[in-house]
């Protein structure tokens, strides 16, 4: 997705970005309010998913998109049967 279509989302993935936040401390996730610095991670690392997301929707939309937590690094994991039904 081009770089200034992309932008035109970042207000929504910023007010997604707060409500989980606020979901995090609601149920009880975390104790405390993130720093400034680590909302900022956090931020990135959800625009970074929904960039993703929508990009592997966009290249397959009937596919499937996961995401694999290895030692709290992110990586798009490739859905296999998406390769072998083609």
Do not use: C
Request: no cysteine; proline share 1%.
């Amino acid at each position: 997705m081009p770089e200034r279509k992309m932008k035109q989302y970042q207000s929504k993935i910023d007010e997604l970005s707060g409500h989980l936040m606020a979901q995090e401390l609601a149920l009880g996730l975390r104790k405390r309010q993130r720093t400034k610095e680590a909302k900022s991670v956090f931020t990135n690392a959800i625009s970074w998913l929904v960039t993703e997301a929508l990009a592997a929707n966009i290249g397959n939309s009937t596919g499937s998109f996961s995401v694999s937590r290895n030692k709290n690094h992110y990586t798009k994991v490739t859905d296999v049967r998406s390769y072998v039904s083609k």
